[in-house]
Every structure is written in structure tokens, then in C-alpha cells.
């Protein structure tokens, strides 16, 4: 129980931003091994003009949320899925694994320390929490810099998308998120630079988010810059695209779960192509910044797919998995165990 003194924030009307909290954690990596690592003050980093991360973006992160409960408890949601994410990522861009029991405690370190910026219950808005790793140390040649940093810090947040739970509309991208044998499927900084271009193009068109189609045949969904999709067929079936280039989402993941055990709709992993996109009844989008956001609309070179469930409010089934969702990592629904830590 928390009867720490909140910030003086507008819980409600908050963003999905950047808003400096008191501690962040870092630790180095130096001579083949991390130090023990420490909260600090400061936000900013000094580093070599030829860092790694400078030179050939060898940075990668992980995005997970700390929730106030009804009962006034601060609880984390599956962490320990965010850092064998991490470990995988790190892996395959040739960095050092930071811990993955190490990553939790840190993860729990740094918000016990930055609980005045826990959002509280009731207000939507949840505390960011951000671990991230890059090479800090200088490179030259095209190879893994020789030490890095780990770091974490929060960021109290409200929705992804503006106007929360409305409807949004994606454009099928004419750009590539993830080639086959690429890095689509772990938690690269590099992913999320070469979409920029393509968000920024999909925003001037008045497009919330890109749809982007698998790059070897254009025909399958794969996700969109920042979440994975899920869609509800006319008989109530959830269906989510089956990928090896999407990440692997740890919301995605909890939701097809809770479609079958809490809520006991029939649940199915395939490839989903662009061609049977009208005839689903709900489509969503699921991750830890998205929660489940509402689609209503997706436009595919003109041609406009419009959901059943409209543009003013989501439908039924995403509804109740939302409800499900934010009630168990609210404490308002039991949570299956070891989905939820208590940090305070
Ligand atoms: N896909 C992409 C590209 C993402 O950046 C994210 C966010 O982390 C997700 C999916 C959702 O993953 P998760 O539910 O683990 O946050
Ligand atoms: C997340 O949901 O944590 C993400 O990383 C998505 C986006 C903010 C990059």
C-alpha cells in the first residue's frame, strides 16, 4: 500500500510523452562484465563522438507499464517477459546480455524509487517504464562496440493514440517494416528509425498509424510501427497474424490467453492476408503503449476496409478483451500467476 505524496500532474489529460521522474538505473558493461549498477539523478549521457549506438544504431529497449490497483497497490505486469525479450534482442545484435533476474529487480529498483509518478487509480494513465542498452563505447570498423550501457527510466503516460479508446484509421504502407531473416521480430532501435519516414508520410495524409504487410509477398498483415493486431471473425473467433518477422508481443500473448481462459472464446494463431481483411468483424491493435486500440478503418491504395464496429466506439469482443486486460492488471480481476509483481 502506497501513502507516498503523488506529483503534481494532470493525470488525465496526459499524452504518451517523455516527462522526466527523479531516478533512472544505469550499469556499464566494461572488460567482459556488468557492474552492479545504481539509480542516479541524472538523465543525460556523455559519450564518445564514435559510440556504437552512434555510428551503426546498435541500441535496442523494452517498454513495459507500473499501474496503480484499485486497493491502492503499485504492480508491474509480467516483467519478467520484457527481460527475456531483452535477452533474446541483445542477442541478436551482438550485445551482452544484461541479466534477466537482475533486469527485474532493477525494473522494480527504479520504480520504487519514482512512486510519486505512479499515476493513480481511476485516472488511465499508468507510469512507462523504459529499459534500454547501447554501445558506449567507440567503434570504427562495422563491428559490436566494445562496452555498453544499460539504463532504465519511467515516464508517467496516458494513451498512445489521441482520443484513447476511438476508433483509428491505418494506411497499408507501401514501406517495409521487417525483411525475412532481419531484426522484425526483436526489439531494435534500427526497426523503429527506418518507420519514422513512413509515420511521419502516413500522418501528413491524415492516417493514424501504417499497416505494414509482410515484405516478401505484400499480401499478409504483419503489425503496425508499434503494436500487433488482432481481429474478431463474425463468429467471435480471435485471430492474430502469425509472423516470424512481427515482435513478439507480450500483450498479444496475455490477450489470447485471456480470450480462451477468461473468456472462452475460441482463439487461433495464422497468417492473415490483406484480401480477407473485410470480413472480420473487429480489429485491434495490442501492446503495452496501445493497450488495445480500436481500429475502425483500414485503407488499402484507396480501397477502404470499414469494420462492422464503426468509427465511434470499439466493438464488443475487443471491448470485453480490453475490460479483462486493464481489470487484471488493476487488481479488479485475479490475474493468472505470476502475471503480476507488487512493487509497492
Ligand atoms: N510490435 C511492436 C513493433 C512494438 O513496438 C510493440 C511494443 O512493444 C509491440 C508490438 C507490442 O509488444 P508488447 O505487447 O510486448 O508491448
Ligand atoms: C511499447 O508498447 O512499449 C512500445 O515500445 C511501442 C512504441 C511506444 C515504440
Not at 507499464?65 to 533474446?88: E, H, L, Q, W
Not at 488511465?124 to 570498423?141: D, H, Q, T
Not at 480500436?294 to 471491448?319: A, L, R, T, Y
Request: net charge negative; proline share 6%; hydrophobic share 40%.
Amino acid at each position: 500500500m502506497t501513502t507516498i505524496e503523488k506529483a503534481n500532474i494532470d493525470w488525465v489529460n496526459l499524452g504518451f510523452g517523455y516527462y522526466k521522474t527523479d531516478k533512472r538505473f544505469v550499469s556499464n558493461f566494461k572488460d567482459g562484465a556488468w557492474d552492479e549498477g545504481a539509480l542516479v539523478d541524472d538523465e543525460n549521457i556523455v559519450m564518445n563522438e564514435s559510440a556504437g549506438v552512434l555510428q551503426y544504431a546498435q541500441t535496442c529497449f523494452e517498454g513495459m507499464k507500473a499501474y496503480t490497483t484499485v486497493d491502492g497497490k503499485v504492480v508491474i505486469f509480467r516483467p519478467d517477459m520484457n527481460a527475456k525479450r531483452m535477452s533474446d534482442t541483445a542477442k541478436r545484435l551482438e550485445m551482452p546480455v544484461f541479466p534477466e533476474d537482475k533486469f527485474v529487480e532493477a525494473v522494480e529498483k527504479v520504480v520504487k524509487a519514482n512512486l510519486k509518478y505512479v499515476p493513480p487509480y481511476g485516472t488511465g494513465a499508468s507510469l512507462y517504464i523504459r529499459p534500454f542498452m547501447f554501445g558506449i563505447g567507440p567503434v570504427m570498423g562495422v563491428k559490436p562496440a566494445p562496452e555498453f550501457q544499460f539504463r532504465i527510466f519511467t515516464s508517467p503516460v496516458g494513451p498512445y493514440f489521441k482520443g484513447g479508446a476511438k476508433p483509428i484509421t491505418l494506411k497499408v504502407s507501401d514501406f517495409d517494416r521487417a525483411a525475412p531473416n532481419g531484426t522484425g521480430h526483436v526489439k531494435a532501435g534500427l526497426n523503429y528509425a527506418m518507420s519514422l519516414h513512413a509515420i511521419v508520410q502516413a500522418h501528413k495524409e491524415g492516417y493514424d498509424e501504417n499497416l505494414y504487410p509482410d515484405a516478401l509477398t505484400r499480401t499478409k498483415v504483419e503489425e503496425t510501427g508499434g503494436a500487433n493486431f488482432f481481429f474478431v471473425t463474425k463468429d467471435n473467433k480471435v485471430v492474430t497474424p502469425k509472423s516470424d518477422t512481427i515482435l513478439p508481443s507480450i500483450t498479444r500473448r496475455s490477450l489470447m490467453y485471456v480470450a480462451k481462459e477468461y473468456l472462452s472464446l475460441e482463439v487461433e494463431e495464422r497468417e492473415v492476408y490483406l484480401s480477407e481483411l473485410s470480413e472480420f468483424s473487429e480489429c485491434g491493435l495490442c501492446g503495452t503503449a496501445a493497450v488495445i486500440s480500436p481500429v475502425g478503418k483500414i485503407v488499402d491504395h484507396g480501397k477502404e476496409i470499414c469494420f462492422p464496429s464503426g468509427m465511434e466506439e470499439m466493438g464488443p469482443i475487443s471491448k470485453k478483451l480490453y475490460d479483462t486486460l486493464t481489470g487484471i492488471q488493476s487488481g479488479k480481476i485475479e490475474a493468472p500467476e505470476g502475471w503480476i509483481k507488487v512493487i509497492a
